[in-house]
């Protein structure tokens, strides 16, 4: 089933405990700030409706029904470049797969190590999450995912925190029909607009921690569920946010993100996809990882050339653009954006099968590459925009200002940049590059899909150390290289070639 | 005069035209927001009141009455560490001197190069400088200082702006008493809160620019100045800012920086302390600069005490200040605090007198290297922090939510760290961290008292060129170095040893 | 033709004026360090004759001889994923298309560059580059490219200089058989191994410069060349050589850059490809650099690929490699190398056709951007596999005291590490450490193929600014973007949905 | 006693065992590369025995005899900022105090924990101490000190080293008249040129490496001691050797650094300070830093004046100095460079006492933060220098080549740069900045004086965070800062202002 943009909203009316700034919000879809966020998600139904864009968004269960392409497994790189080429045209447009993006990956995580527990342990997992899936299709509902706890103590395993024993979600009770749930989950993206959540570990158990190792979905509004919403990084909305943020206002940045309380929840078997499991904890988190760096690097990509365009715009308006440390810095912005892009794109050019199934996911290295590649340059590169806008960027007017007709004028005649470019096109050029630099993206570009050192761990465990050893042993004439695949079968240089030479001639004084 | 902390309030309902988030501000001591910075302001007139204060924030002038000393001109080292002292006071307490710190060095800059004109040119300024001292001394008045124009074009000097031709202050008319001035300043700090202001070039002029050669003081409430300001890092007041945003609700951040509109104001000539000298304008911007530096390196030596404190909080508050990564980076963020500060206060140990005059301003090299050293890591101490902090430093609930009994409760038991620290402290540590790491620091690092560029300049202008290439003349055997005070007078190695050796034994098989 | 191995290393006893170390080289194939770089020149005579590598390293030419096949233009992405396959064989072999590495490019951009003067002027280059194409392929002839000028003041034009007028290489006089030119050529790899030499201007050139606008092959035999090496980075040649500095040693780096003096030599009309076109000058630079940034790559794909791998070695000996800092840092490494590599690969899959012509190129932005971050971060790798190390990097001792049987014991004894890990392993591994962070790779990293504002220049030169102020300019509400062919086609959002949402609920305390 | 030049040298022919490139040297002072570290230590009585520096170098001990100043201890400000004005001097002029550079940061390390031990466990090490200084004073012996084991396995504590137990210095026998040592310590400075060493251990020890807790000072010449140098980073001497490496010949680096082995050395009970107490070995580890670190920020401060000043001359010599990128470049190299001048020399004005003890030590948290500021830019710096000079910084040709008739005339004519400077200069230049950003200089600044993690180890152990956390504390309003030296005593603002200001005016629409 594919539901109208009219349909999912009025799902969304369904009695969700949900907090924002204070108070409780009695329809997400109402409340002059959140309604950015359901907007943007929305638009996950606009797209498969809309002919243009119907075979990007809509594709064929095994049922032969029509459904979001989002809900059918990627089989090969094309199908990931499909996804790839989904991400990349919502989030130019400004809205549309925030809403699944999180869910979409638990679903697949699910499924793969459901399939991979079933094969080795005897369980029956994969047919629960085979008929969620189903669930969703003909249903169309948005899913989002939640993985990381509140955590507590850092240094402390789950079942070890001292002030309580819920930092992390558990199982605190195994019923008939379902398991009773506790815990909190944080960061969790597109809450008020999901009418659903897989909820997973983020984080390798021990035996003691088995209690901690559930992976389960729950519609958002079950009862015990308590939604409390972000601060997001400002409060204006209408046409003073559209001005003043234009992109948190698109996208609704700040207001998507939740806590997600689970006080007691009941969660039937029927979706509960691991319980007790322990040792597939990590596999759940690794996988889930895997699959959702390739969003996240789709989603950069989007930002990084809307901070590379705006920091050209902002250059030319300001008279700069001919300025060789000014063009520097804009190259430097377009090899940033450019890299982050292609090594994405890469990740599925060369994508890897799944063990145990039959689902590909992009390229690990390439992904956690990419990934941190941006997130290792974000603040280098809002330094960069920072330095070439001015002081105007923290210290420019707003939209009440402009709309004051006592301060307009003002504004109008003294704010103005090179002669023929209107003032209000140099001052929303500002207002972007101040709201593309807030922290808000730069906490998201460290944090957002996993932290750096996350990256680095997946690219350590990833990498082909082997390939690279062999590369040192042979040229440093340590033995171990020879069977290398690609270093142990290249001819034996130098001596394929010194027999063939003259002696050395000794004479020459060095 | 010292005047108390009531009359200097009181002083500040005078009429002034001064807009705020799209209204007419009426008393900006019982604005929301507003009164925030004024209160900040307030303490250059509580510090002076305390006994036990006293000693460093009155001086006696010439005549013999106690007046702010900040209103002395600094004659030495111990002078300038007494300045040095009173901002990191006033910084580490939350306010004071945010009032003062642009226009007594505009005050200084004037002075010098007014006594530089009469002394080159045969002009009379000087005595108009010292007269309005002796005025603002004798009214203990809160005085800023304006420099940067809002520019335009920034490729076209002055006069060569191609829409209109008041991008930079100018002088639209000479009159028997006095000029009238027409422009505009931008990003000016303290605005709200003073009385008075100074006002210069930002730049060196050619001929044609000679009417934007100009410096004047007048009174903030004068007829034709509106006061427009900039838009805060949030929008909350009372109770909940000083939760959500401490600091800058502390200090009034971002609702300080006014554009100054000068529509056809009056400045009667004993006001004007520069007019149409126009060779001398960059000696003005640059004296400016040169003072104001030390003010900068203060105020940044106590964000950056706070930033490395509350890294390391939130390390200990989250359980992970044993970890060997986060020493590594809080003993970063300590270096980079303490050198910033060390080479701040050297610049005051190493002090220059000014050429013409009686005045010593701090070291340019030590200032520029300091405050370069600020702003080209600030960045990358954002992004530091918000390594260590994690995804809560965005997504952090608000003081509403925790006033709010209905999820209070929630936040108590999930937001909590390591236990035995109460959940509130580590709530406002990260509220902390969120404000000290929002753009307005982060602009402020790099633009605030002078860009990257601007430091560059000063430091390659300002170099000892001759010493370090007479190190490498002689290094490498070029002459050219002989005549250098250091290099030049060192004994002639190895001659002076060579001759005391052994031959040399060749037998050897290098 | 294909050589053989044999053939070639006779051809290089030609006459050639060589010189090394201040001596004249009698045979540059049994100099005991010019050798080296001979003998891995030889790999691009052994792999073609060695039937593994037959089909990658031989291609039919258009007569349906077989030759090499660097000497066939590349038409497609696959051409150039096989030359891309030779680069990275023959460095990871340590030897062969150092040779041919800028030859080869000259050779397609005189083509390119011949081809477009010959469509716009009417002149007819095309064809003297064909037949010189056919002579190298029938004769096999190991050929080099020449293109950065000794320069003189970089700050004055060629013609403009003021010491001599020779500091660009230029034609000096224009006879009936050919052109006399002068001047002198910088850093040419390969030269004592290349049989020929193409060369280039290295700038853009006015009307005024128009002598020094001029395309040629030589012979290096030709009278008047004098050729004077560089000096290598060690002087140790044999074992000795290859245990101390194993890469260099393999490559005969350091060797192999010459300066090329033209001291009035003589060339015949049809090895000329541009004489007085001022105006393609700048098409040969960029052309060249187009194609040779491929190459480029692939070169610091292998280096890196060494660099990862002895970091690695090194920390395992050291008994350091579960640290985690140090796998932090490998990682960094990991993800450095696969960056670089894998941006070079898709400027292979996404080729550009060069206008006027049917050969294609590497796509500018990819390879820019990839040689950019290699050049960029070599020197952080540098200082990375530095801190891993530790001091030993340096202060190593020989394979002179390794062979000492006085010293021996002792090296054995306390220079061990890890226990199972030989001594010699550890020592080696050092050594390769120390090789490939030596100065003659952090300065060929920034300037071979091109210095890192030439990548800038080419990328901000290429950039798609278009695309990406588009991006702005649809996110902040600024006309201009609706034609742009990716964002103009993108749904109208917000309004395709705003409509269909219920009024905002404005009862909500912001 | 100070020694004449001529004695010194005489006393180094005294049958030490020394090994360099292979080779067993008979004489230091007359072997072709090692005389250059020995003519470098020289001026360590050249110095002393000049009229116009005896003030400086020599001081009176405690008996009234003329010492060299560096064996008196230093008890003020003023004596440590005599040292580093003599550091400064000497490594201006390119010779001295390397030579004595370790020792006599060994002696001092070696009297304060001596009288430390003494006083906490009643041991009579400091009269031990004070006797061979007065050993030295009255010999005026060239004394080094010896820290850095060869370590074996990294991970392993020194009784836990798996191949054998002599990878740290250790006692294996101990006797009626002395002990016995065995092992052998790496990266040894001035090792050459010292009569005496004193050798202490570089790490913590437990009580089971009780053993490897020794300190004891020795003559070098010892039997069972022998010395194994390093590789120099080039291998001519002479005129050559300071054409072509100027730095490194005038300071003879590279050879300096020697593995000491000692083979079951004895050493008398009166050169034993420390024997067996394990708890006072870090004591030992962090004194001699603490000391080490002035010496080396004063050799930093005089490497980057070189290097400072050579990247300027080359850009001079290029043409290039006013290209506002390389303004840019410049500047930051001097402002590199001054940033560690000015605080290492901050760290002997606010020094600190040790503790039981009358001697005062450079402040630990401006020395480390000094270096680290230092080691941290270097490769940077390096980078820095080779993008200005260009390709050539690493194909320049040799001073072979220079004074070749037959290839000196194009070098002349070809490789000069601005008209008027001589190529000479230019390439004397170019060879200085060549040897200046060698790996030697890039190893050394990050490892030479302990590594970046030792730099933050002390910062992190030293860093006042109470005074930080106060800061933050305060800020934040978390209790806890209330007893703070600094914020504790602050006035309570905003308390202080708030009863005074008028209330706030809600009409405002925020």
Redesign the interface.
Known sequence: MIRS??QY?ESLNDGRVF?F???????V?????V?NV???A??DY??PN?PK?HDLFVAKNEEGEAVNALFISPKSSEDLLKRREIFL?TW????GTQLHCMGIDALEASKVVAERMDRRLGTQYAERVAAYRRYLQQNDLGITGAM?D???????RPSK????Q??YVRVVDRQKNGIIVR??K??ISSTPGANEAIVMPCRAHGEEDQDYAVVFATPLNAEGI?L????PPM?E??EAG???Y??TT?YGH?TS?C?I?F?DVFVPWERVFLCGEWKFSRDVTYAFATFHRLFGVCRMT?EL??L???A??VAEY???E????I??K???L??Y???VS??G??SC?YCEKQPDSDVVSPNT??T??AK??FADN???A??TA??IC????????????W??P??RP??E???????GIPTE?RL??I??L?DL????F???S???EG???A???F??AG?D?G????????????SGWEKDP??GS??D??K???S???????S???
């Open positions: 943009v009219e909203l907090y700034l204070g108070e409780r919000v009695r329809d879809t109402t409340h002059p700030l309604r359901i907007r943007s929305s638009m606009f797209f809309d864009y045209t130019r447009t400004g809205g990381t509140v955590k507590g103590d850092r240094s402390l925190q001292e002030a309580h819920d930092y815990g909190a944080m960061h308590k409390i919403a972000s601060e409060r909305s209408g559209a001005w003043d234009p992109v698109a700040g993100e806590m309380v006080d989007t050339e809307m590379a365009g705006v050209a715009l300001n008279g700069v001919k300025v060789s440390h063009r520097d804009l190259a430097w377009a090899m954006a450019e890299a292609v090594i794109k890469t050019l290295i390439y956690n590459t941190y590649l974000y603040h280098q809002v330094k920072h330095d001015g002081g105007i960027a923290d210290t420019i007017p707003t939209y009440a200002d709309t004051n006592e301060t003002w504004m005649k003294y704010l103005g940049g090179k002669a096109h929303r050029a207002r972007l101040k630099t807030n922290p808000h730069q906490i998201g460290i944090h957002g932290s750096l050192a990256q680095r761990m690219v350590y990498a150390w390939k690279y050893k062999a590369a040192a042993k042979r040229a440093a004439g340590i690609v270093f290249l001819p240089y130098p394929c070639i010194s063939k030479m003259k002696p050395v001639d000794e020459y004084s060095l």
